[in-house]
């Protein structure tokens, strides 16, 4: 796969401020799902439990969770695969504590959240959540921003692992866009027929629109590995090993994650 030379620090549709709530939340629980369907996390179980076991922690505090569903989901899948006292307590700059207490509510063995404000680069140690994840939301930050949450982790935590799953390559910039704005068609079928999530997927082409736009963004923001290794070269962030790569998911199809993993020396 032939990668994009540059990183385009565009925008997306659902970071907008004029967006209503409620089509933000439901382009984000539509997300959430096809990553579930797609088996995108549950595909980086080794390279997250490698990391855990390098911790010596299974207590995540989840950074930038938005509506929670990358989270819940590795945790699910890491518990099905080896990890089973996994938990994780989902964490945001603006919490969605409605979505968060029906989550809580679900799957109270292994889910918790934090009501309150949290801010991944200014941030307080949790002593029972000591190493953290960010999944799915590292390209929406400028390279300065981006350091400070690695700085703040390595201050505060025991290690961080960061997942994106789109690497930045022609290949994606062409299938991704495609795959999941035809993805949005199924949603109302097999997840949510309220009426509407049938209008702003199926009746008219708003949600389509803006995942085919926002997967364009997410590929053309997204970081490399070696980018991932070079955010790191910072004096803040020499308390921790640091490694960077790529998984693999939807076999057949070429499409593959980065990650970033830190572990405190």
Known sequence: MVAIPQRIDTFESHELGFMPDALK???????????????????????????????GATSILDLCSGAGGPGITLVKALRAGGVPSAKIKLTDLYPATEVYTRLQAEYGEFVSFEAASVDATNSRRDETYRVRTLLSAFHHFSPQFAQKILADAAQNSDGICIMDPFHRDWWHLLA???????????????????PFAVAMCNLTPVIPAMFFWDSIASVLRGYTEDELMALTRIPECAAFNWASGTWSYLPGMGLKGVYLTGVRK
């Open 176 to 194: 991704v866009p495609i795959g999941t704005s035809l993805g949005t068609q199924f949603y109302p079928l097999i997840r949510d027929r309220s």
């Open 25 to 55: 939340v439901l382009f984000r629980e539509i997300l959430s799902w096809q990553q579930e369907m797609g088996g995108v996390y549950a595909a980086a179980v080794p390279v997250v439990s490698e990391w855990l076991k390098r911790t």
